[in-house]
């Protein structure tokens, strides 16, 4: 059996947690995981991203987790510090607008940047009339070059809005220029299904998010194919009880678990992995995927 298949099929079993019971400097559950780096001195994975990435104040609250909250097992953190410094709500606009400036501020030369949006781009970019639910933080589709002027309906100011793709090469350019290494992730799968198979998102968000990234000569780690195909394996059946009912693409313990080897997978499966010596005893077990 493929070892990233046996390593979900034990996720779901309950009989995975050899796979997160390594000796780091990572603190258990419960918790909160810190947002700064445990050990300055060390390098430091940051996390970017929104709720599927960190849900809430990443303490499981509701049942939902996201995955980088469940990456750090996977990595040896008393050599590498992982920092999840992901928000939910945002897309890559208002990250960049509003949270990215803080992580620029930490990152440092040997760090490196993990990031996954999509989630949150195609809501409005400004909505007409200001409610409860309005949010303001749409996108542009795709990955060029054109804006749109706007006065923001929340926030009073006058904002330029880029596409979807602008923000995220800003995320690589700008991280490379503080000496860190930036990662692509596509966007999670929804819980989405069509003819017996995962719906993929390799159209929009996913596509686009591979095409910022080779744009800009970024590592690329598809995350939502590589998702996607476990879940096929897996079965429908299977696959609900790694997701929260009603919560859209929010996933339980065991999803967030599933998704965190998922996404180390795709990291061992690059042609160069630049976090190969930062591994634990259970991501060096973790099978590459197989592009």
């Not at 920092?83 to 400036?101: E, F, H, I, P």
Request: with cysteine; glycine share 12%.
């Amino acid at each position: 059996m493929n070892k990233l298949f046996l390593c979900l099929a034990l996720v779901l079993s309950g009989g995975l947690p050899p796979c997160y019971a390594q000796t780091t400097n990572a603190p258990a559950r419960p918790r909160m995981r810190e947002n700064v780096p445990a050990n300055p001195s060390l390098p430091s994975l940051f996390l970017i991203g929104d709720s599927t990435v960190r849900n809430g104040s990443g303490d499981g609250a509701g049942g939902q987790w996201g995955w980088g909250d469940e990456l750090a097992p996977l990595f040896d953190t008393n050599k590498i510090n992982v920092v999840n410094r992901a928000l939910g709500g945002t897309s890559t606009r208002t990250y960049y607008r509003d949270q990215w400036a803080g992580v620029l501020a930490m990152l440092k030369r040997g760090d490196f940047v993990l990031m996954q949006f999509g989630h949150n781009d195609s809501s409005p970019i400004n909505e007409a009339v200001l409610n409860s639910g309005a949010r303001s933080r749409g996108t542009i589709k795709g990955i060029g070059d054109e804006t749109q002027e706007i006065t923001n309906i929340i926030t009073k100011k006058f904002e330029v809005v880029h596409s979807f793709g602008w923000y995220e090469k800003q995320f690589i350019v700008e991280a490379r220029g503080k000496g860190a290494t930036p990662m692509v992730c596509s966007l999670i799968p929804h819980n989405s299904w069509r003819d017996g198979k995962a719906v993929r998102n390799a159209t929009d968000y996913g596509g686009w998010a591979g095409q910022a990234a080779k744009a800009e000569n970024a590592p690329f780690i598809d995350i939502n194919e590589i998702i996607a195909s476990e879940y096929d394996k897996l079965g429908q059946e299977k696959v609900n009880a790694l997701f929260i009912a009603g919560a859209g693409p929010h996933t339980s313990l065991a999803g967030a678990q599933t998704n965190a080897v998922c996404v180390v997978a795709g990291i061992k499966g690059l042609k160069d992995n630049p976090l190969t010596a930062f591994l634990s005893e259970a991501g060096k077990g973790v099978a590459p995927a197989v592009p």
